[in-house]
């Protein structure tokens, strides 16, 4: 239906009634035909916008993750490092507490007190850079290091208790014997398997991969 001050317009103008039809008609596909050609340049518009701020945001995570990426590759030589040298304390600490809890005495060896000093020395030395290193570590590696401490630390705690006892009676002679031989037990069945722990996460750290064992 066309309008009616539309159609009194086109009347003063002239024609007759389908002329005027078909006129307004037209004037309706050409308003039609203004306002698509408007929504599609500016949806052109939005999609244009849309696609930069898009590449904007990708600029920005791609620029964090190169960063990230930078602080990896810097952090990872020190984490080698790290790994290195605590290894290496952890595996002279379990040498010091072989020599001492182990029952043979070459000749001219040292002393019981000079083999306690020594590892005692040892365990001292891998705590505190274990200590100092421990962000280096994920919770459940650093507690695996600490068992293994823990399981060299108490047999060292028990000979540093019983081997300076001047004993001399037969009776205390064979506690003291029994006593350090159920530490140097406990050493020798607990801390291999801490240690294979310890190595166990060190080798994650380090991506290597040991392959699986088969059994036929």
Same mark, same amino acid.
């Given at each position: 239906?066309?309008?009616?001050?539309?159609?009194?317009? *086109?009347?003063?103008?002239?024609?007759?009634?389908? /002329?005027?039809?078909?006129? &307004?008609?037209?004037?309706?596909?050409?308003?039609?035909?203004?306002?698509?050609?408007? *929504?599609?340049?500016?949806?052109?518009?939005? +999609?244009?916008?849309?696609? @930069?701020?898009?590449?904007?945001?990708?600029?920005? *995570?791609?620029?964090?993750?190169?960063?990230?990426?930078? +602080? @990896?590759?810097?952090?990872?030589?020190? $984490?080698?490092?790290? %790994?290195?040298?605590? &290894?290496?304390? *952890?595996?002279?600490?379990?040498?010091?507490?072989?020599?001492?809890?182990?029952?043979? $005495? =070459?000749?001219?060896?040292?002393?019981?007190?000079?083999?306690?000093?020594?590892?005692?020395?040892?365990?001292? #030395?891998?705590?505190?850079?274990?200590? !100092?290193? +421990?962000? &280096?570590?994920?919770?459940?590696?650093?507690?695996?290091?600490?068992?293994?401490? =823990?399981?060299? /630390?108490?047999?060292? %705690?028990?000979?540093?208790?019983?081997?300076?006892?001047?004993?001399?009676?037969?009776?205390?002679?064979?506690?003291?014997?029994?006593?350090?031989?159920?530490? #140097?037990?406990?050493?020798?069945?607990?801390?291999? #398997?801490? +240690? #294979?722990?310890?190595?166990?996460?060190? =080798?994650?750290?380090?991506?290597?991969?040991?392959?699986?064992?088969?059994? !036929?």
């Amino acid at each position: 239906m066309i309008p009616g001050g539309l159609m009194e317009i *086109l009347k003063v103008v002239g024609g007759t009634g389908a /002329f005027l039809t078909i006129l &307004y008609f037209l004037l309706q596909t050409l308003i039609k035909h203004v306002l698509s050609k408007e *929504l599609v340049e500016h949806e052109a518009k939005v +999609r244009l916008e849309t696609q @930069l701020e898009i590449n904007k945001v990708t600029a920005q *995570l791609t620029q964090v993750q190169n960063d990230l990426h930078i +602080r @990896l590759s810097a952090l990872h030589p020190k $984490r080698l490092e790290v %790994i290195e040298d605590l &290894y290496r304390l *952890l595996v002279k600490a379990e040498m010091a507490m072989q020599d001492l809890t182990s029952s043979f $005495r =070459r000749v001219g060896s040292p002393s019981d007190e000079e083999l306690w000093k020594t590892a005692a020395n040892a365990l001292d #030395a891998l705590m505190l850079f274990f200590v !100092d290193h +421990r962000i &280096y570590f994920d919770v459940a590696t650093a507690q695996k290091i600490e068992a293994c401490h =823990r399981a060299m /630390f108490d047999p060292a %705690i028990t000979y540093s208790v019983y081997l300076p006892l001047p004993v001399v009676e037969p009776s205390a002679i064979r506690e003291r014997a029994e006593v350090l031989k159920g530490a #140097a037990k406990s050493f020798n069945e607990i801390v291999p #398997a801490a +240690r #294979a722990a310890v190595e166990k996460s060190f =080798r994650e750290l380090l991506g290597v991969h040991q392959p699986e064992s088969r059994i !036929d």
